[in-house]
T-cell receptor, first 113, second 113 residues
Framework: EPEVTQTPSHQVTQMGQEVILRCVPISNHLYFYWYRQILGQKVEFLVS????????KSEIFDDQFSVERPDGSNFTLKIRSTKLEDSAMYFCASSDQLGGEQYFGPGTRLTVT | AQSVTQLGSHVSVSEGALVLLRCNYS??????LFWYVQYPNQGLQLLLKYTTGATLVKGINGFEAEFKKSETSFHLTKPSAHMSDAAEYFCAVRSNTGNQFYFGTGTSLTVIP
């Protein structure tokens, strides 16, 4: 069964460093998403992406964040200058239609020290 | 705006007993509701969803949920718990735009042998 994959599974970085989290959505999906979950808290929406542009973003998704689909398969989340509070599990998801079921990846655990 | 509330961050049941995980939603439009399950070190997997039509929805692994508009609830049930059901369960509601899901804080299910 097709699945969303994410790399790395765990990323440790120092405060102020840039990180790029990578996702490979399901191949025929057109809608892509990033969510995060701070330990012990809700899964929170960050951004949705369709047709090579952001379709919606939350207030969490400030100028430090950016997303990109650099090629036909990858979907990346970049954090330019990480802060301690960016430590969280980051989930990528994809769907084949707007509002349809979102398929989630296993997540990348980001630890900022 | 949409939101979901999951009552009980931890639920323990004996193997073979009824599983009941509670979810209440808030939505300004007819909701699309979802239950996801997360096994350790894995991504979020869709258990079931309600969009329109029949209010009793059956999902994978013997789970089902009933949409009750009058109670603004979408509780998840399973008649007989199995050890393999131990996981984190998340209720979610889709946004008006369809671009994001709003998740609850999750309920950790423990099954006691």
């Amino acid at each position: 069964e097709p699945e969303v994959t994410q790399t790395p599974s765990h990323q440790v970085t120092q405060m102020g460093q840039e990180v790029i989290l990578r996702c490979v959505p399901i191949s025929n999906h057109l809608y892509f998403y990033w969510y995060r979950q701070i330990l012990g808290q809700k899964v929170e929406f960050l951004v949705s992406f369709y047709n090579n542009e952001i379709s919606e973003k939350s207030e969490i998704f400030d100028d430090q964040f950016s997303v990109e689909r650099p090629d036909g398969s990858n979907f990346t989340l970049k954090i330019r200058s990480t802060k301690l509070e960016d430590s969280a599990m980051y989930f990528c998801a994809s769907s084949d239609q707007l509002g349809g079921e979102q398929y989630f990846g296993p997540g990348t655990r980001l630890t900022v020290t | 705006a949409q939101s979901v509330t999951q009552l009980g961050s931890h639920v323990s049941v004996s193997e073979g007993a009824l599983v009941l995980l509670r979810c209440n939603y808030s939505s300004s439009v007819p909701p699309y509701l979802f239950w996801y399950v997360q096994y350790p070190n894995q991504g979020l997997q869709l258990l079931l969803k309600y969009t329109t039509g029949a209010t009793l929805v059956k999902g994978i692994n013997g789970f089902e949920a009933e949409f009750k508009k009058s109670e603004t609830s979408f509780h998840l049930t399973k008649p007989s718990a199995h050890m393999s059901d131990a996981a984190e369960y998340f209720c979610a509601v889709r946004s008006n735009t369809g671009n994001q899901f709003y998740f609850g804080t999750g309920t950790s299910l423990t099954v006691i042998p």
